[in-house]
């Protein structure tokens, strides 16, 4: 049985109590997961300003040098396992194997992570907005012939990380080129991706105690999240509620991501089609850049038509299947939940479910032993419907019309949001929208979910990590 | 090996006896006219036979069914007290209460006496007699604040205490208030660095698991003279066992217990490294038995090494609960020479609850 360790400063720990993490189509056992009482966690963290110190003692170019090598580690190497090794297609079926996601789209996952490691460069570039790197080496620079400071703001990041898509780990790898060591609390089902992430740049000479790897329960994750001074939360509503108050906690919660065709071409909306599927639908709809909305001023039941009718095509496949698009739930049990969930809501006038006319069979699929659901689009005529502004962790939309001048008033935090328009009037009320965290504008318009890895994304990183403070050098004479 | 064997054989085959004795005997104190508790003298009134007469084993139990834990929730608690007893000074303690009515024990002495056997099992060199306690766990309406102030008390020595409202954790827990969770840990930890600094003559501690690990981040026990921990309150695991014993507080005697208001006291094991830090439980028999049976037929005992249901009874003059039904699991463990009666070994709440309930929190 494969064996995931706890890693205490990059070291293997084998704990006594293990988790048991099953192949979702078999039930087969693919490992036992060590898992952290919470007094270990707390104990290392008293270690963290010594690890950080070792990570410090690499500059920024060598902790990027150490990302590229680990990029094409990550894709093509065999790498530790605790006793084992794992190989790239292992890594794929595992991942796969416990998370339902189909392995064609695990393949992509991969590559966006190695994109990330090997672009990192740019990566910061984006994220310091064209800080000279050395600064964060040295503590301190010139800029515009002014002197500039960075202070980091904590001994270690720490991360209570999601099951639903291997990407999304993406997020927190720029901490190791700003020399920031890791508290990774991995998802149940996927324990997988950070672990190899981790391996793979240990692999390529980053220092191990850059690593904290602990698979835990609430307690030893709400320890992380109290004491590493940062840390990054990924988690439903209910999970992330309690901490969207605490400033040392980045909240990456629901996502609620939407299109918004303007006035000024909804007449051509069809030309949006595309757009919209691959919005709505790529990597099996599971992230929070997927999109969940699409809002308009007219044209609405056309559009839900007509996305029902494409999106009814997507239908279950084999895990194995490299034309798989859509991913499996890990418990069938929240499938049915959600599905009964979603007709109970359609009870409340004033939203239909129009997919359910294209499909053949209900919402809830089981095939080649999994369980699915398949794509849905609701039109909403009312937008204070409660499924006019949900996700849900399947590819599901919500058309919902409005007059325009209403949109950005109704249409509440959204963590993308691309808007097809060219009017300068709305394109300025876009901008002032708070509500809208990420903007795609431009008349080649974005899918909600093509994102670049240097922008801020539910917060900047760097800004999080580093602060920046006043700095007067008083040379003299 | 085969002298061993004949050895806790012929002893577990005396403490079968003696329980079946001592059945007799508190089934005949609570039965009877003279010196019965109210609850079951009217409970006998509804049976076809008399229990004093039909019971003369501890299987025999199985006639009076199984204990429902409702009938302890409300009032009057006066209808526990047996008769012989009606005069004496009366505790009342209570379990769970997290929402809702708790449960209430009474007791006269029980407490007392668990703890004075209890005590019989603790070294001298690492609970030396005459030093001084830190009792630092829950407290108010629960046994365990008197039990440990009493055990230190009877080793000669005095009892410093800092309390915790368990109730309170949880619904902070509940609510996902982890940082108002945090600052009542650090109160309470805070009161503990405290005593701990300020009396020397304190070398005894009394904690729970999660207290444990966090005043282990603040303080070396070791250094400031803790020789002994007696530790409980709440679900373990080896894990945490472990933990304790290598990184927590090596070199100091650390005992892992199981106890519960409605049982007494469960010795561990004495620590062996070939069990692999499971913690094994022997219960006080015969004031208490535990068996461990199949979940989907209480009637059905599960095989040594196999998972059951925990099936309490307790066999008290004070208190007598035949056949309770608790909401925990455990692996049935063999005899051993010091408790020649079975065991349960790794105890935890039952899995069909473990999603629902939330224990081991404070």
Sequence with gaps: MIHIPILRAGLSYRSLNLAHVSHIQTGEPLAVVSQANRGLIAKDLHQAKDNKRVLEDLSVLELLAIGKKAANLFIESELPLDDALQSPDDYIHQVSGTTGLPQSLCRNNMQKIRLVLDEMEEVLDGLTRGLDLSIIDSGWGTHNKRPLSYVPQTDALGAVLPSNSPGVHSLWLPAIPLKTPLILKPGSEEPWTPFRIAQALIEAGCPPQAFGFYPTDYSGAAEILLHCGKSLLFGGGSTVAPWQANPNVQIHGPGRSKIIIAEDRISRWEEYLDLMITSIAENGGRSCINDSGVWVPSHGREIAETLAKHLAEITPKPLDDPDAEIAAFTNPKAAEGISDLIDNQLKVPGATDLTAKYRDGGRVVEEAGCTFLSPTVIWCEDPEHPLANTEFLFPFVSVVEVPQEEILDRIGPSLVVTAITDDDAFIVDLHRSSEVERLNLGPLALATNKIAYGDPHEGNLFDFLYRQRALQVNRGQ | ?362
């Excluded at chain 2, 006066?78 to 007893?85: A, D, L």
């Excluded at chain 2, 809702?100 to 030396?128: A, H, W």
């Excluded at chain 2, 996902?176 to 003559?201: P, T």
């Excluded at chain 2, 455990?330 to 408790?339: L, M, N, T, V």
Aim: charged share 25%; aromatic share 12%.
């Design chain 2, 1 to 362: 090996m085969d002298t061993l064997n004949q050895s806790l054989s012929k002893k577990a085959g005396e403490a079968h006896a003696q329980l079946d004795a001592h059945v007799r005997e508190i089934v005949q104190w609570h039965f009877s006219p003279e010196t019965g508790t109210p609850f079951w003298l009217e409970f006998a009134e509804t049976l076809d036979f008399d229990p004093r007469e039909k019971i003369g084993s501890y299987d025999d139990l199985k006639l009076l069914g199984h204990f429902q834990d409702e009938w302890l929730r409300g009032g009057p608690v006066r209808r526990w007290v047996p008769k012989r007893y009606a005069d004496q000074p009366v505790y009342v303690f209570e379990t769970g209460g997290s929402t809702g009515v708790p449960k209430n024990r009474i007791s006269i002495r029980d407490f007392q006496i668990d703890y004075e056997m209890f005590s019989e099992t603790l070294p001298d060199e690492s609970f030396p007699r005459g030093s001084d306690w830190l009792m630092l766990g829950p407290t108010g309406p629960r046994r365990l604040r008197l039990a440990v102030e009493y055990l230190a008390q009877h080793r000669g020595g005095i009892c410093f205490l800092v309390d915790l409202d368990p109730r309170w954790v949880n619904k902070l827990i509940q609510y996902g208030k982890h940082q108002e969770l945090d600052l009542y840990k650090n109160h309470v930890i805070d009161q503990s660095l405290h005593i701990l600094r300020a009396h020397d003559n304190i070398q005894c501690l009394f904690t729970t698991p999660k207290l444990l690990e966090a005043l282990c981040e603040k303080i070396s026990l070791q250094k400031v003279g803790i020789k002994g921990i007696f530790c409980g309150g709440t679900e373990m695991d080896a894990q945490f066992h472990r933990f304790a014993r290598e990184e927590l507080v090596p070199g100091v005697e650390f005992m892992p217990t199981y106890g519960n208001t409605l049982m007494g006291l469960a010795c561990c094991k004495p620590f062996n490294p070939a069990d692999n830090y499971a913690i094994i439980y022997y219960p006080p028999q015969p004031r208490a038995v535990i068996e461990l049976v199949n979940p989907d037929n209480p009637e059905e005992p599960v095989d040594y090494g196999e998972t059951g249901r925990v099936m309490l009874t307790t066999l008290t003059r004070e208190f007598f609960m035949p056949r309770f039904l608790e909401r925990d699991e455990a692996e049935r463990a063999q005899p051993i020479e010091p408790y020649p009666w079975d065991g349960v070994q790794n105890l935890r709440l039952l899995s069909e609850l473990q999603e629902s309930v939330a224990v081991g929190v404070y």
